[in-house]
């Protein structure tokens, strides 16, 4: 069993070589529920011979999962998708507990896991490789998909289940097995979850493994991971610094790492917009799940002849909403995770405040429940003018002239997801061509990738796609050559 539960607080445990275990030595650390700051579980605080136990695991079960047949594995994803969706109501509660996810967002993510499950089933019937036509009379070319062998996967805690899924999915449909790293914020949605699903479904001991750490704990655990030879490559979501930390140690043993890193999404409402629905796909697309994910909407360019009705019904609606306990059914939204993001959503609204921008709503918090957050007239030297800051605030911003509203809105670093809304979808795919992202919307908000797409940015936000796509990533192009007749050479 994954955990034990005593009075107040549940006991897990990880998943290495297909065995629930403690870390070594027993040790443990407190996941903290983000809404009352209180424990709900302990987890174990793994150390560097933890994580080497799980890579050699990994390592040892990839042969035979990589050889295994295509109907097999299809099934065995077909089952974990079942018991994921058959989990829901559980889970749903847990994650209010450990990510301070509303109910909306949370069976949002399990459904959307579910749906990634079911297109990985079918992973591996796709073409696995390719004829390639050769300059040599009687010579047959192939170019074939191997999995590379390890693959580690690192999840977040802000989408915890859908992304924690994302990070091993692809790699395992492709025939690699993985070790699992969630964030020490969120063990076990982002982690310990999957264990149990795949475990539960039958999947072969070793192909998937899971080791959870404390926070003071990252450094030996990273540096196992990243300087075993064993391990081949890894799929790391989360913020653009420590993405590229990784990127420079992952291509310092020239091993492949797809990064799906931090947006500052804009949002263009043009003249011709319509203007209730603008305004409606603008709080969404702000303030779900309190800010916190990564395809929020940062800034939201509004034309000059909407901006002023705009602005004042988009700020109400802001006033509107009310942060509060993730667990009832009723919240829309809940707590940021830490004290630490508190003070980081402070700082960058402070910071703006003090260079003159004005807030026409929110910059209060209770607790961890911070108010949604509307600022205008933010100068170009505030941080937050272009910066992501991860929580409920988002900056309102005219323009007279749409070429000015796409260098607005391409004035950042990032390039991860754009909004553009209007009457005239041929006209929001012209300036959608324009603007530096990975995705653009058209008439919908800058959040939504569902599984099959090539969700991913540009710039500062990542590279690599997921869906299909992420078969590149995740396996090796090997070239066979037959020779059917005997070949002359030159010496």
């Known amino acids: 069993m994954s955990s034990t539960t005593s009075r107040d607080t549940r006991a897990y445990r990880q998943l290495i070589a297909g065995e ?41 079960a990839f042969p035979a999962w990589a050889a295994m047949g295509a109907r097999e594995r299809q099934a065995l994803f077909l089952k974990a998708a079942a018991i994921l969706e058959r989990r829901a109501d559980e889970i749903v509660p847990l994650m209010a507990e450990e990510t301070g996810s509303a109910s909306a967002f949370s069976r949002f993510q399990i459904q959307w896991a579910v749906g990634l499950l079911r297109q990985a089933a079918g992973y591996p019937y796709l073409p696995g490789g390719e004829i390639v036509q050769s300059d040599t009379p009687g010579v047959f070319a192939m170019a074939v998909r191997k999995p590379l062998g390890v693959v580690c996967g690192i999840s977040p805690w802000n989408g915890s289940v859908a992304l924690g899924f994302r990070s091993i999915v692809a790699p395992l449909a492709c025939g690699n097995t993985v070790v699992l790293k969630p964030s020490e914020e969120a063990p076990v949605c982002a982690g310990i979850l999957m264990g149990e699903v795949f475990h539960e479904a039958g999947f072969p001991p070793g192909v998937v493994n899971v080791v959870t750490h404390a926070p003071a704990d990252i450094g030996p655990i990273a540096d196992r991971l990243f300087d075993s030879p064993a391990v081949r490559a890894y799929n790391f979501t989360g913020s653009s610094a420590t993405g590229a930390r990784l990127a420079s140690r992952a291509g310092a043993k020239l091993k492949r790492i797809a990064l799906e890193l931090g947006g500052y999404n804009p949002m263009l409402v043009l003249a011709d917009a319509d203007l209730d629905y603008s305004i409606d796909t603008a709080v969404f697309a702000a303030f779900f799940h309190q ?30 909403l009310q942060a509060g306990d993730p667990s009832d059914p009723a919240t829309k939204l809940g707590p940021l995770i830490t004290e630490q993001a508190v003070a980081k959503v402070k700082q960058g609204i402070d910071e703006a405040l003090a260079r003159g921008a004005r807030l026409l709503a929110g910059g209060t918090c209770r607790g961890r429940c911070f108010d949604p957050t ?35 809105a391409n004035g950042t670093a990032y390039g991860l997801t754009a909004s553009i809304m209007t009457a005239d979808v041929w006209r929001g795919i012209s300036l959608g061509g324009q603007v530096q992202a990975g995705m653009v919307n058209v008439n919908g908000p800058t959040m939504g990738g569902e599984p099959q797409i090539p969700f991913g940015g540009v710039k500062d936000s990542g590279w690599a796609r997921f869906g299909r796509w992420a078969i590149d990533i995740f396996t090796d192009l090997n070239l066979v050559t037959v020779s059917r007749n005997k070949r002359q050479y030159p010496l």
């Open 291 to 320: 800010g916190q994910i990564c395809m929020n909407t940062r800034k939201i360019l509004v034309h000059r002849s909407l901006y002023d009705t705009f602005l004042e019904r988009f700020v109400a609606r802001a006033k509107a």
């Open 374 to 408: 509307v600022l205008v007239d933010v100068p170009a030297d505030a941080p937050i003018h272009c910066e992501e800051v991860f929580g409920p605030v988002v900056l309102v911003e005219p323009f007279d002239d749409e070429q000015a509203a796409v260098q607005a």
């Open 20 to 60: 629930w275990v403690a870390a070594e030595g027993g040790r443990t650390f407190d996941d903290i529920n983000p809404y009352t700051g209180q424990p709900f579980a302990t987890i174990p605080a793994s150390g560097a011979a933890d994580a080497q136990r799980a890579i050699d695991a990994a390592a040892e």
